[in-house]
């Protein structure tokens, strides 16, 4: 089975612009989760989705939007990128969200550069 | 809310030598206890978990953590460490209510010297 893909792998934005990041799960995946992940913070939870619907969200501005598709296939938002938003963006996804409390498997992540 | 702290950020260690990394975490209900690794330039690899049950977990390549909840901690340790080892290990931990996200400690990195 394929692991997680996330598309692209590396982005250089410019301050002001906006991004999206791509996230395929594992096939019959159907939970999907983003964290970003900077020297600075860690690791740190975005949102998490559902059969399309957003059931939690971390603490982060709503400069930060995600979706997720009917065939569970995830994207990321970020508008008006800050120089702060420069980080490895991890996406990770387990069967169901009962399974994702516990078995969450983690793509390599998209490394954004805001210059 | 539930936090996790790793109290070392760098552990240095030679190779064939143990290793312990150190983890504690803070909640007021039961968890599920994690630890992953992460190679330069790659993704997040679940190294070994905790759910229930015995409270010495082991990974097939040689870790195993110790779940004490009397001390709220969740200590990854090796007898032996190689050169392939070389990596930052998270600790993580989440609500065994279901429906919460992985919270995450800092990282420890871990440099195995030959």
């Known amino acids: 089975k394929a692991g997680v893909t996330q598309t692209p792998r590396y982005l250089i934005k410019t301050r002001g612009q906006q991004v999206t990041l791509s996230c395929s799960p594992i096939s019959g995946h159907r939970s999907v989760s983003w964290y970003q992940q900077t020297p600075g913070q860690g690791l740190q939870f975005l949102f998490e989705y559902f059969s399309e619907t957003q059931r939690n969200k971390g603490n982060f501005p709503g400069r930060f939007s995600g979706r997720q598709f009917s065939n569970s296939r995830s994207e990321m938002n970020v508008s008006t990128l800050e120089l702060g938003d420069s980080a490895l963006y991890l996406c990770a996804s387990s069967p169901s969200p009962i399974q994702h409390s516990y078995e969450q498997y983690f793509g390599p992540g998209t490394r954004l550069t805001v210059t | 809310a539930q936090s996790v702290t790793q109290l070392d950020s760098q552990v240095p260690v030679f190779e064939e030598a143990p290793v312990e990394l150190r983890c504690n975490y803070s909640s007021s209900v039961s968890v599920y206890l994690f630890w992953y690794v992460q190679y330069p330039n790659q993704g997040l690899q679940l190294l070994l978990k905790y759910l229930s049950g015995s409270t010495l977990v082991e990974s097939i390549n040689g870790f195993e953590a110790e779940f004490n909840k009397s001390q709220t901690s969740f200590h990854l340790r090796k007898p032996s460490v190689h050169i392939s080892d070389t990596a930052e290990y998270f600790c993580?931990?989440?609500?065994?209510?279901?429906?919460?996200?992985?919270?995450f400690g800092k990282g420890t990195r871990l440099s195995v010297i030959a």
């Open positions: 993580a931990v989440s609500l065994n209510s279901g429906n919460t996200p992985l919270v």
